[in-house]
């Protein structure tokens, strides 16, 4: 991630996987979800459009982590950050 990617919750985790297709997208979030503490935030930089609802679909069936919010991220090209909550 550039200087520019500022996290936007504090003592988030932030992970970049623009450039990867599901179910990598998924994969490399449950990894990063794996490594928090429950109620901790996690900041997924992603650029793979059917990402937005594979993630939050897989995460709930899972029981891992839950929806905060999608923002939209703008750059020269559709990207997004994905905002979770690990249960």
């Known amino acids: 991630m550039s200087s520019k990617d500022k996290p936007y919750y504090k003592?988030?985790?932030?992970?970049?996987?623009?450039?990867?297709?599901?179910p990598l997208t998924?994969?490399?979030?449950?990894l990063?979800?794996?490594?928090?503490?429950k109620d901790k935030i996690l900041e997924v930089?992603?650029?793979?459009?059917?990402?937005l609802k594979?993630?939050?679909e897989s995460c709930k069936r899972q029981s891992i982590a839950e929806l905060?919010?999608?923002?939209e991220?703008?750059?020269?090209?559709?990207?997004w950050i994905m905002i979770l909550k690990k249960l």
Do not use: M, W
């Not at 003592?11 to 623009?18: E, F, V």
């Not at 991220?73 to 990207?79: G, I, L, M, Q, T």
């Open 11 to 22: 003592d988030s985790k932030q992970i970049d996987i623009r450039g990867k297709v599901c």
């Open 32 to 37: 990063a979800l794996e490594e928090l503490e």
């Open 68 to 71: 905060l919010e999608i923002k």
């Open 45 to 51: 930089y992603l650029d793979f459009p059917a990402a």
């Open 26 to 30: 998924f994969v490399y979030t449950k």
């Open 73 to 79: 991220y703008h750059s020269d090209k559709p990207e």
């Open 54 to 56: 594979n993630i939050p």
